[in-house]
């Protein structure tokens, strides 16, 4: 039988290329929506869901990978971006790191008792 883990991507893949079809069938072509589909279904989607309900990897290291990669993509999508996408890339980019950092930073103070 297939693990939860398997199960989460092979499904969060479908969901990946359903999103893909349907945006590509409607003709948007906007590096905002471009971002949203690979970055929100196709990497961090699955690993949010996969910190809440696999208990195999930690869920902090799972939440960590996951806005890690996102701003990845966000770095690789900007480049093909006009100023305005570039702006609400950046802005999404920004507050998910910042948002990862205060995170961590209320995770550790807890850890040390705090």
Do not use: K
């Not at 969060?12 to 971002?35: H, R, W």
């Not at 589909?37 to 869920?59: E, H, K, N, T, Y």
């Not at 799972?62 to 480049?79: F, K, P, Q, S, Y």
Request: overall charge neutral; glycine content about 14%; charged content about 15%.
């Amino acid at each position: 039988m297939p693990s939860r883990e398997n199960l989460v991507l092979l499904g969060s893949l479908v969901v990946f290329l359903l999103t893909f079809a349907v945006v590509a069938a409607v003709g948007v072509e906007s590096a905002v929506v471009t971002f949203a589909v690979v970055a929100g279904v196709g990497v961090l989607g699955p690993q949010l869901v996969l910190a809440a309900v696999d208990d195999s990897v930690s869920p902090r290291g799972r939440v960590r990978i996951g806005v890690l990669l996102t701003l990845v993509i966000a770095g690789l999508t900007v480049g093909s971006a006009d100023p305005f996408e570039r702006r609400v890339i950046g802005t999404v980019a920004a507050a998910l790191f910042v948002g990862l950092v205060g995170w961590e930073f209320v995770g550790g103070y807890r850890s040390r008792g705090g």
